[in-house]
T-cell receptor, first 113, second 111 residues
Framework: DVKVTQSSRYLVKRTGEKVFLECVQDMDHENMFWYRQDPGLGLRLIYFSYDVKMKEKGDIPEGYSVSREKKERFSLILESASTNQTSMYLCASGTGVSNQPQHFGDGTRLSIL | GNSVTQMEGPVTLSEEAFLTINCTYT??????LFWYVQYPGEGLQLLLKATKADDKGSNKGFEATYRKETTSFHLEKGSVQVSDSAVYFC??????????FGQGTRLTINP
């Protein structure tokens, strides 16, 4: 069965800290994605990666960066956390074929104090 | 650009009621369409999909038909259960598997 694992379910950090969210997939998928989920706004794409060391900005990349050093791992980095980055973060992976679904992790609820 | 609009929630129904959650989209060409469901405390999981006009996706008693003429992909279920309580997201995909999501509809089913 497909598995996308996010390293933390809940995380509390302070303003100005550098925050790392980790995601690992076991399906050998080419594509990996980071979304942010906020009530009333659905899911918004932050960054995605279509290959190792390759990345593209999504709709809301400001204040975030990503790293993909290995095919199975995709990290989201908040360079200097701010309170408006308090949110649910969801990682997903996929084959790169548009008619195939993405597979999601359980999410990390991040609070910035 | 591409966009998805879902009916606003929250939606509250009694068990065994008929469910419709409306979804319309704006896109060029022929996107693939998806319904995802998010149960409390979990990530999203695929509920059903349709990849071309007039396709019907179905799963767990839910159905949705890809209507190109009305650019719609409405989700329906004939008799809902308490266990269907969740947040439902309509989404489309075009190229490189990038998804565009609607805002989500929270569904609560009362016994």
């Amino acid at each position: 069965d497909v598995k996308v694992t996010q390293s933390s379910r809940y995380l509390v950090k302070r303003t100005g800290e550098k925050v790392f969210l980790e995601c690992v997939q076991d399906m050998d998928h080419e594509n990996m994605f980071w979304y942010r989920q906020d009530p009333g706004l659905g899911l918004r794409l932050i960054y995605f990666s279509y290959d190792v060391k390759m990345k593209e900005k999504g709709d809301i990349p400001e204040g975030y960066s990503v790293s993909r050093e290995k095919k199975e791992r995709f990290s989201l980095i908040l360079e200097s956390a701010s309170t408006n980055q308090t949110s649910m973060y969801l990682c997903a992976s996929g084959t790169g074929v548009s008619n195939q679904p993405q597979h999601f992790g359980d999410g990390t609820r991040l609070s910035i104090l | 650009g591409n966009s998805v609009t879902q009916m606003e929630g929250p939606v509250t129904l009694s068990e065994e009621a008929f469910l419709t959650i409306n979804c319309t989209y704006t896109a060029t060409g022929y996107p693939s369409l998806f319904w995802y469901v998010q149960y409390p405390g979990e990530g999203l999981q695929l509920l059903l999909k349709a990849t071309k006009a007039d396709d019907k996706g179905s799963n767990k008693g839910f159905e949705a038909t890809y209507r190109k003429e009305t650019t719609s992909f409405h989700l329906e279920k004939g008799s809902v259960q308490v266990s269907d309580s969740a947040v439902y997201f309509c989404a489309l995909a075009q190229g490189a598997q990038k998804l565009v999501f609607g805002q989500g509809t929270r569904l609560t089913i009362n016994p």
